[in-house]
T-cell receptor, first 111, second 115 residues
Framework: QKEVEQNSGPLSVPEGAIASLNCTYS??????FFWYRQYSGKSPELIMS????GDKEDGRFTAQLNKASQYVSLLIRDSQPSDSATYLC???????????FGTGTKLQVIP | GAGVSQSPRYKVTKRGQDVALRCDPI?????LYWYRQALGQGPEFLTY????????KSGLPNDRFSAERPEGSISTLTIQRTEQRDSAMYRC?????????????FGSGTQLSVL
């Protein structure tokens, strides 16, 4: 099993809907998780981090961590076409600072 | 500069040649990371430094790959005897501190093509 796994998508949602992006992880990662957004042809940028079980909200974004089921999710409310990008789930693995990324899920928001 | 700077932006080389990729992190940033990203994939960890010390090089694919950061600022990733499978986007990132929850600031990357 890979340390961080994501469905590559694409995930298509209509404008204004809630987009739900999911990520599962193995026992080999620590309990610090990150969501990065990567627009086509650009570099990844951090949008959310979560370290504790439960929900963390920031504007239209909510990160959810369920340690018992070993999954992390990102919800995007009121999806906009500008949210169309690849969303990368990442976690600390193999040491204090090593950040491991999943393959990313491509999100398409249809106007 | 304001961000992480990588050069060259594009590098085309012939199989068997050596290449050196440069990363200039944000001024004052302590940690520097190298990742490799294939098309349609997430970044793959290669190595990272705290100041000038290479802390983890477990992601370097083989001994043709090496990295250094001699003065704790600019870093160079060197690939010797390049092969076609080395073709990818190579990304550098830096963080202000050396904590486990630091935000990675990525550069624009170097697109390497090995013919």
């Amino acid at each position: 099993q890979k340390e961080v796994e994501q469905n590559s998508g694409p995930l298509s949602v209509p404008e204004g809907a809630i987009a739900s992006l999911n990520c599962t992880y193995s026992d080999r990662v620590s309990q610090s998780f990150f969501w990065y957004r990567q627009y086509s042809g650009k570099s990844p940028e951090l949008i959310m981090s979560i370290y504790s079980n439960g929900d963390k909200e920031d504007g239209r974004f909510t990160a959810q961590l369920n340690k018992a089921s070993q999954y992390v999710s990102l919800l995007i409310r009121d999806s906009q076409p500008s949210d169309s990008a690849t969303y990368l789930c990442a976690a600390l693995s193999g040491g204090y600072q090593k950040v491991t990324f999943g393959t990313g899920t491509k999100l398409q928001v249809i106007p | 500069g304001a961000g992480v700077s990588q050069s060259p932006r594009y590098k085309v080389t012939k199989r068997g040649q050596d290449v050196a990729l440069r990363c200039d992190p944000i001024s004052g940033h302590v940690s520097l990371y190298w990742y490799r990203q294939a098309l349609g994939q997430g970044p793959e960890f290669l190595t990272y430094f705290n100041y000038e010390a290479q802390q983890d090089k477990s992601g370097l694919p083989n001994d043709r790959f090496s990295a250094e950061r001699p003065e704790g600022s600019i870093s160079t990733l060197t690939i010797q005897r390049t092969e076609q499978r080395d073709s990818a986007m190579y990304r550098c990132a830096s963080t202000p501190g050396q904590g486990s929850r630091e935000k990675l600031f990525f550069g624009s990357g170097t697109q390497l093509s090995v013919l």
